[in-house]
Protein backbone atom coordinates (compact mmCIF):
# COMPACT_ATOMS: atom_id res chain seq x y z
CA UNK A 1 0.00 0.00 0.00
CA UNK A 2 1.35 3.18 -0.91
CA UNK A 3 0.36 6.46 -0.54
CA UNK A 4 1.14 9.71 -2.42
CA UNK A 5 0.00 13.09 -0.53
CA UNK A 6 0.26 16.57 -1.66
CA UNK A 7 -0.33 19.69 0.29
CA UNK A 8 -0.44 23.50 -0.63
CA UNK A 9 -2.29 26.33 0.30
CA UNK A 10 -4.78 24.13 2.92
CA UNK A 11 -5.86 21.65 0.54
CA UNK A 12 -4.02 18.88 0.98
CA UNK A 13 -4.30 15.66 -1.95
CA UNK A 14 -4.05 12.17 -1.19
CA UNK A 15 -3.83 9.46 -3.78
CA UNK A 16 -4.69 5.77 -2.42
CA UNK A 17 -3.57 2.96 -4.35
CA UNK A 18 -3.65 -0.82 -3.81
CA UNK A 19 -6.10 -2.90 -2.35
CA UNK A 20 -8.29 -1.03 0.91
CA UNK A 21 -10.02 -3.87 3.17
CA UNK A 22 -9.86 -4.45 7.32
CA UNK A 23 -6.64 -5.54 7.30
CA UNK A 24 -5.41 -2.58 5.38
CA UNK A 25 -7.50 0.21 6.45
CA UNK A 26 -5.98 0.79 9.21
CA UNK A 27 -2.57 1.80 8.21
CA UNK A 28 -4.04 3.82 5.60
CA UNK A 29 -6.44 5.38 8.29
CA UNK A 30 -3.44 6.30 10.38
CA UNK A 31 -1.05 7.57 7.72
CA UNK A 32 -4.11 10.17 6.56
CA UNK A 33 -4.58 11.01 9.96
CA UNK A 34 -1.27 12.20 10.68
CA UNK A 35 -0.77 13.59 7.81
CA UNK A 36 -4.38 16.19 8.82
CA UNK A 37 -2.79 16.93 12.00
CA UNK A 38 0.87 17.81 10.44
CA UNK A 39 -0.84 19.90 7.70
CA UNK A 40 -3.87 21.14 8.73
CA UNK A 41 -5.39 21.64 5.62
CA UNK A 42 -9.04 23.19 5.41
CA UNK A 43 -9.95 20.91 2.37
CA UNK A 44 -8.92 17.26 2.14
CA UNK A 45 -8.96 15.41 -1.40
CA UNK A 46 -8.92 11.94 -1.54
CA UNK A 47 -7.85 10.25 -4.99
CA UNK A 48 -8.80 6.60 -5.02
CA UNK A 49 -8.69 6.07 -9.01
CA UNK A 50 -5.93 4.12 -8.47
CA UNK A 51 -7.56 1.75 -6.19
CA UNK A 52 -7.46 -1.66 -6.99
CA UNK A 53 -9.89 -3.46 -4.59
CA UNK A 54 -12.06 -1.82 -1.69
CA UNK A 55 -14.88 -3.60 0.46
CA UNK A 56 -17.12 -2.16 3.04
CA UNK A 57 -13.93 -1.84 5.03
CA UNK A 58 -13.15 1.35 2.90
CA UNK A 59 -16.46 3.16 3.25
CA UNK A 60 -15.70 3.07 7.26
CA UNK A 61 -12.24 4.81 6.12
CA UNK A 62 -13.56 7.34 3.96
CA UNK A 63 -16.75 8.39 6.19
CA UNK A 64 -14.32 8.41 9.18
CA UNK A 65 -11.84 11.23 7.08
CA UNK A 66 -14.89 12.77 6.12
CA UNK A 67 -16.37 12.97 9.72
CA UNK A 68 -13.12 14.18 10.95
CA UNK A 69 -12.41 16.74 8.29
CA UNK A 70 -16.29 18.52 8.93
CA UNK A 71 -15.10 18.06 12.51
CA UNK A 72 -12.05 20.81 12.08
CA UNK A 73 -14.58 22.63 10.27
CA UNK A 74 -13.33 21.62 6.87
CA UNK A 75 -14.19 20.04 3.60
CA UNK A 76 -13.47 16.44 2.13
CA UNK A 77 -13.85 15.26 -1.27
CA UNK A 78 -13.62 12.09 -2.96
CA UNK A 79 -11.74 12.63 -6.89
CA UNK A 80 -11.21 10.05 -9.90
CA UNK A 81 -13.52 7.39 -8.37
CA UNK A 82 -13.54 4.35 -10.24
CA UNK A 83 -16.64 2.42 -11.50
CA UNK A 84 -15.49 -0.82 -9.19
CA UNK A 85 -15.28 1.57 -6.07
CA UNK A 86 -18.14 3.85 -7.13
CA UNK A 87 -20.27 0.60 -7.03
CA UNK A 88 -19.27 -0.28 -3.04
CA UNK A 89 -19.50 3.69 -2.29
CA UNK A 90 -23.57 3.73 -3.88
CA UNK A 91 -24.42 1.09 -1.68
CA UNK A 92 -24.20 3.23 1.38
CA UNK A 93 -24.99 6.22 -0.16
CA UNK A 94 -22.29 7.75 0.33
CA UNK A 95 -21.74 9.15 -3.03
CA UNK A 96 -25.10 11.72 -1.46
CA UNK A 97 -23.08 12.68 1.16
CA UNK A 98 -19.33 12.92 -0.21
CA UNK A 99 -18.88 14.88 -4.02
CA UNK A 100 -16.51 12.90 -5.94
CA UNK A 101 -14.62 15.56 -8.14
CA UNK A 102 -12.70 15.37 -11.49
CA UNK A 103 -9.35 16.47 -11.34
CA UNK A 104 -6.69 16.20 -14.11
CA UNK A 105 -3.60 15.04 -12.60
CA UNK A 106 -1.15 16.51 -14.74
CA UNK A 107 -2.52 19.99 -13.67
CA UNK A 108 -2.42 18.44 -10.05
CA UNK A 109 0.97 17.41 -10.45
CA UNK A 110 2.02 20.79 -11.94
CA UNK A 111 -0.15 22.76 -9.45
CA UNK A 112 1.76 20.83 -6.49
CA UNK A 113 5.33 21.18 -8.19
CA UNK A 114 7.30 23.11 -6.18
CA UNK A 115 6.41 22.09 -2.78
CA UNK A 116 8.13 20.54 0.25
CA UNK A 117 5.67 19.08 1.53
CA UNK A 118 4.90 16.82 -0.97
CA UNK A 119 5.57 12.86 -0.02
CA UNK A 120 5.16 9.39 -0.93
CA UNK A 121 4.98 7.13 1.89
CA UNK A 122 4.88 3.29 2.28
CA UNK A 123 1.96 2.82 4.81
CA UNK B 1 -25.26 -10.34 -21.11
CA UNK B 2 -28.12 -11.49 -21.71
CA UNK B 3 -27.90 -14.91 -21.05
CA UNK B 4 -27.38 -13.44 -16.99
CA UNK B 5 -30.74 -11.18 -17.47
CA UNK B 6 -32.64 -14.30 -18.30
CA UNK B 7 -30.66 -16.20 -15.21
CA UNK B 8 -31.84 -13.14 -13.32
CA UNK B 9 -35.14 -13.36 -14.33
CA UNK B 10 -35.61 -17.08 -13.68
CA UNK B 11 -33.97 -17.06 -10.29
CA UNK B 12 -36.14 -14.44 -9.08
CA UNK B 13 -39.36 -16.15 -10.24
CA UNK B 14 -37.66 -19.09 -8.94
CA UNK B 15 -37.61 -16.82 -5.80
CA UNK B 16 -41.00 -15.61 -5.86
CA UNK B 17 -41.74 -19.50 -5.73
CA UNK B 18 -40.25 -19.59 -2.62
CA UNK B 19 -37.46 -21.93 -4.11
CA UNK B 20 -33.91 -21.61 -3.42
CA UNK B 21 -31.56 -21.75 -6.58
CA UNK B 22 -31.76 -25.35 -6.61
CA UNK B 23 -33.14 -25.79 -9.92
CA UNK B 24 -32.17 -28.91 -11.04
CA UNK B 25 -29.63 -31.40 -8.88
CA UNK B 26 -26.61 -30.61 -10.58
CA UNK B 27 -23.07 -32.42 -10.10
CA UNK B 28 -19.73 -30.94 -8.59
CA UNK B 29 -17.27 -30.64 -11.19
CA UNK B 30 -14.69 -28.96 -9.24
CA UNK B 31 -14.21 -28.16 -5.45
CA UNK B 32 -11.75 -26.74 -2.95
CA UNK B 33 -11.52 -26.31 0.82
CA UNK B 34 -9.07 -25.07 3.11
CA UNK B 35 -8.47 -23.66 6.64
CA UNK B 36 -6.84 -20.59 7.93
CA UNK B 37 -6.16 -18.78 10.94
CA UNK B 38 -8.22 -15.66 11.80
CA UNK B 39 -5.43 -13.05 10.86
CA UNK B 40 -6.27 -10.25 8.77
CA UNK B 41 -3.75 -10.91 6.84
CA UNK B 42 -5.70 -13.42 5.45
CA UNK B 43 -8.28 -11.42 3.73
CA UNK B 44 -6.32 -10.38 1.02
CA UNK B 45 -5.14 -14.70 0.93
CA UNK B 46 -8.86 -15.29 1.02
CA UNK B 47 -9.59 -12.83 -2.13
CA UNK B 48 -6.03 -14.54 -4.59
CA UNK B 49 -8.17 -17.77 -3.18
CA UNK B 50 -11.50 -17.50 -4.64
CA UNK B 51 -10.31 -15.36 -7.41
CA UNK B 52 -8.13 -18.55 -8.51
CA UNK B 53 -10.46 -20.56 -8.18
CA UNK B 54 -13.69 -19.27 -10.13
CA UNK B 55 -10.99 -18.09 -12.59
CA UNK B 56 -11.89 -22.05 -13.94
CA UNK B 57 -15.29 -20.66 -14.72
CA UNK B 58 -14.18 -17.96 -17.27
CA UNK B 59 -15.48 -14.96 -15.10
CA UNK B 60 -16.33 -11.80 -16.43
CA UNK B 61 -14.13 -9.27 -14.68
CA UNK B 62 -17.34 -7.93 -13.17
CA UNK B 63 -18.06 -11.13 -11.71
CA UNK B 64 -14.96 -11.79 -10.66
CA UNK B 65 -14.90 -8.30 -8.29
CA UNK B 66 -18.70 -9.08 -7.14
CA UNK B 67 -17.40 -12.54 -5.68
CA UNK B 68 -13.99 -11.43 -4.41
CA UNK B 69 -15.73 -8.65 -2.35
CA UNK B 70 -18.36 -10.75 -1.14
CA UNK B 71 -15.87 -13.18 -0.35
CA UNK B 72 -13.92 -10.58 1.27
CA UNK B 73 -16.78 -9.60 3.27
CA UNK B 74 -17.74 -12.74 4.54
CA UNK B 75 -14.04 -13.74 5.80
CA UNK B 76 -13.81 -10.04 7.10
CA UNK B 77 -16.19 -10.78 9.53
CA UNK B 78 -15.26 -13.90 10.71
CA UNK B 79 -11.77 -12.05 11.72
CA UNK B 80 -13.71 -9.02 13.10
CA UNK B 81 -16.78 -10.22 15.07
CA UNK B 82 -16.94 -14.05 15.44
CA UNK B 83 -13.99 -14.28 18.05
CA UNK B 84 -13.03 -12.54 21.02
CA UNK B 85 -9.78 -13.02 22.91
CA UNK B 86 -10.63 -15.31 25.31
CA UNK B 87 -10.89 -17.65 22.80
CA UNK B 88 -6.87 -19.23 21.94
CA UNK B 89 -5.42 -18.31 19.13
CA UNK B 90 -5.08 -22.05 17.98
CA UNK B 91 -9.30 -22.25 17.76
CA UNK B 92 -9.51 -18.68 15.75
CA UNK B 93 -10.16 -20.81 12.20
CA UNK B 94 -11.83 -20.09 9.36
CA UNK B 95 -12.71 -22.99 7.01
CA UNK B 96 -14.04 -22.23 3.53
CA UNK B 97 -15.58 -24.38 1.24
CA UNK B 98 -15.84 -23.45 -2.80
CA UNK B 99 -17.54 -25.72 -5.57
CA UNK B 100 -19.67 -25.23 -8.17
CA UNK B 101 -21.19 -27.31 -10.54
CA UNK B 102 -22.14 -27.77 -14.43
CA UNK B 103 -24.67 -24.72 -14.44
CA UNK B 104 -22.08 -23.09 -13.49
CA UNK B 105 -22.87 -21.97 -9.92
CA UNK B 106 -20.23 -21.50 -7.49
CA UNK B 107 -20.79 -21.40 -4.11
CA UNK B 108 -18.66 -20.65 -1.67
CA UNK B 109 -19.50 -21.88 2.66
CA UNK B 110 -17.39 -19.48 5.05
CA UNK B 111 -17.51 -20.83 8.43
CA UNK B 112 -16.58 -20.16 11.63
CA UNK B 113 -16.87 -21.38 15.34
CA UNK B 114 -16.99 -17.95 16.65
CA UNK B 115 -19.80 -16.68 18.81
CA UNK B 116 -22.66 -16.25 16.93
CA UNK B 117 -25.19 -14.05 15.53
CA UNK B 118 -28.30 -13.90 17.88
CA UNK B 119 -30.82 -12.42 15.81
CA UNK B 120 -29.29 -12.72 11.91
CA UNK B 121 -31.90 -10.75 9.97
CA UNK B 122 -31.24 -7.97 12.41
CA UNK B 123 -27.59 -8.55 11.44
CA UNK B 124 -28.42 -8.48 7.61
CA UNK B 125 -30.12 -5.12 8.01
CA UNK B 126 -28.22 -1.87 6.00
CA UNK B 127 -26.10 -0.35 8.33
CA UNK B 128 -26.39 -2.35 11.43
CA UNK B 129 -23.26 -3.19 12.62
CA UNK B 130 -21.89 -3.81 16.68
CA UNK B 131 -18.20 -3.22 15.54
CA UNK B 132 -17.99 0.66 16.54
CA UNK B 133 -17.44 3.51 13.89
CA UNK B 134 -14.65 1.70 11.83
CA UNK B 135 -17.62 -0.69 10.50
CA UNK B 136 -20.30 0.35 8.13
CA UNK B 137 -22.10 -2.12 8.77
CA UNK B 138 -22.81 -2.71 4.84
CA UNK B 139 -21.08 -5.87 4.78
CA UNK B 140 -24.14 -8.41 4.39
CA UNK B 141 -25.95 -6.19 1.93
CA UNK B 142 -22.99 -6.14 -0.23
CA UNK B 143 -22.55 -9.37 0.10
CA UNK B 144 -26.48 -9.83 -1.08
CA UNK B 145 -26.31 -7.68 -3.51
CA UNK B 146 -22.92 -8.84 -5.52
CA UNK B 147 -23.74 -12.25 -5.10
CA UNK B 148 -27.16 -14.56 -6.48
CA UNK B 149 -28.14 -16.22 -3.18
CA UNK B 150 -26.76 -15.59 0.69
CA UNK B 151 -27.23 -17.37 3.25
CA UNK B 152 -26.46 -17.16 6.89
CA UNK B 153 -26.96 -19.70 9.30
CA UNK B 154 -25.71 -19.24 12.79
CA UNK B 155 -25.70 -20.66 16.16
CA UNK B 156 -25.06 -18.70 19.34
CA UNK B 157 -21.71 -19.16 20.77
CA UNK B 158 -21.50 -22.44 18.11
CA UNK B 159 -20.47 -20.39 15.43
CA UNK B 160 -21.40 -19.06 11.82
CA UNK B 161 -21.59 -20.19 8.28
CA UNK B 162 -22.41 -18.13 5.48
CA UNK B 163 -22.98 -19.44 1.50
CA UNK B 164 -22.42 -17.14 -0.85
CA UNK B 165 -23.54 -18.31 -4.34
CA UNK B 166 -23.23 -16.77 -8.06
CA UNK B 167 -23.48 -17.86 -11.32
CA UNK B 168 -20.47 -16.99 -13.18
CA UNK B 169 -19.36 -17.22 -17.02
CA UNK B 170 -21.02 -18.63 -19.67
CA UNK B 171 -24.43 -20.09 -17.96
CA UNK B 172 -26.48 -23.23 -19.33
CA UNK B 173 -29.85 -22.83 -16.93
CA UNK B 174 -32.36 -25.78 -17.64
CA UNK B 175 -35.07 -25.04 -15.28
N1 LIG C 1 -19.10 -14.25 11.60
C1 LIG C 1 -19.76 -13.48 12.47
N2 LIG C 1 -19.76 -13.79 13.81
C2 LIG C 1 -20.42 -13.03 14.70
N3 LIG C 1 -21.11 -11.90 14.37
C3 LIG C 1 -21.14 -11.54 13.08
C4 LIG C 1 -20.48 -12.29 12.07
N4 LIG C 1 -20.69 -11.69 10.88
C5 LIG C 1 -21.46 -10.61 11.13
N5 LIG C 1 -21.75 -10.50 12.46
C6 LIG C 1 -22.60 -9.46 13.07
O1 LIG C 1 -23.37 -8.84 12.05
C7 LIG C 1 -23.14 -7.43 12.03
C8 LIG C 1 -23.26 -6.87 10.63
O2 LIG C 1 -22.22 -7.36 9.77
P1 LIG C 1 -21.82 -6.52 8.48
O3 LIG C 1 -23.05 -6.25 7.68
O4 LIG C 1 -20.72 -7.25 7.80
O5 LIG C 1 -21.31 -5.13 9.05
P2 LIG C 1 -19.96 -4.76 9.84
O6 LIG C 1 -18.96 -5.87 9.62
O7 LIG C 1 -19.50 -3.48 9.23
O8 LIG C 1 -20.34 -4.62 11.29
C9 LIG C 1 -21.78 -7.27 12.67
O9 LIG C 1 -21.59 -5.98 13.22
C10 LIG C 1 -21.79 -8.38 13.74
O10 LIG C 1 -22.50 -7.96 14.86
MG1 LIG D 1 -18.62 -6.83 7.88
Do not use: W
Request: hydrophobic share 35%; proline share 2%.
Amino acid sequence: MEMTSLNKDGKMVCCLSGEIDHHSSRSIRDGIDRLIIQNRPKVLVLDLSSIAFMDSSGLGLVLGRYRKMRECGGEMFLCNTNERTLKILKMAGVDKIIKNIDCDKEFMRNEYKDNSNDSQTQI
Amino acid sequence: MSIKTTAMTAKLKFKEKGGDIKMKKSRVVNSLKIQFPAKSANEAFSRALISSFAAQLDPTVEELCDIKTAVSEAVTNCIVHAYDDSVPEKKKIIKMHCFYDENNLLSVKITDNGRGIEDVKKAMEPLYTTGGEDRSGMGFPIMQSFTDELKVKSVLYKGTTVTLKKYIGKTNYDI
